[in-house]
């Protein structure tokens, strides 16, 4: 699976936009954008996926750059409830092993 | 509601004294999975699998066992535990390439 980068923190206050960055440069043509989000120590929670289309759902929206080398995951409205470490993993399906590194840590505030 | 349930969620216990993590899904899926996580290590697979009868290991398969009998079952099975598996463990689900839903989360303290 090709391998991400991410911010290590970002900040946002109260209501804005999050906008959390992702670079997956060597991503295959299979591979699909995922994003997970962990708050605390509890278990992982799947947030949106995307495999060259931009996405859309009740928690957030994923850009993908056209040449799909990067993506973007936005929270519309930030809420305290969004603080948490946000993964961007590459993967070709469900059934494939979870590379998650170090993730963004991120911090909403009042 | 779907869900992955994961038992005990918190065990302390000692060096040799076997002991299983079950995980039971009610999706349906074909393929489970467990991981660890550690600080600064992040998840790594311990095991995984396909579907019922078929497992094979992931990143970090030493020291654990697995089973999977049933299609909603997958047990982690530690037989002789020990300190260095001092560990928060997840098991997961999934099918095709929908996204892989995760329990709360084992916290297993072994002295």
């Known amino acids: 699976d090709a391998k991400t980068t991410q911010p290590t923190s970002m900040d946002c206050a109260e209501g804005r936009a999050a906008n959390l960055p992702c670079n997956h440069s060597t991503i295959s043509g299979n591979e699909y954008v995922y994003w997970y989000r962990q708050i605390h120590s509890q278990g992982p929670q799947y947030i949106i996926h995307g495999l060259k289309n931009n996405e859309t759902n009740e928690m957030a929206s994923l850009i993908i750059t056209e040449d799909r080398k990067s993506s973007t995951l936005i929270l519309p409205h930030a809420t305290l409830r969004d603080t948490a470490v946000y993964y961007c993993?590459?993967?070709?399906?469900?059934?494939?092993?979870?590379?998650f590194g170090k993730g963004t840590m991120l911090l909403v505030s009042p | 509601e779907a869900q992955v349930t994961q038992n005990p969620r918190y065990l302390i216990t000692v060096t040799g004294k076997k002991l299983t993590v079950t995980c039971s899904q009610n999706m349906n899926h074909e393929y489970m999975s467990w991981y660890r996580q550690d600080p600064g290590l992040g998840l790594r697979q311990i095991y995984y699998s396909m579907n019922v009868e078929v497992t094979d290991k992931g990143d970090v398969p030493e020291g654990y066992k697995v089973s999977r009998k049933e299609k909603r079952n997958f047990p982690l099975i530690l037989e002789s535990p020990s300190p260095n598996q001092t560990s928060l463990y997840f098991c997961a689900s999934s099918t095709g390439n929908q996204p892989q839903h995760f329990g709360d989360g084992t916290r297993l303290s072994i002295l």
């Open positions: 993993i590459v993967s070709v399906s469900g059934y494939s092993t979870l590379t």
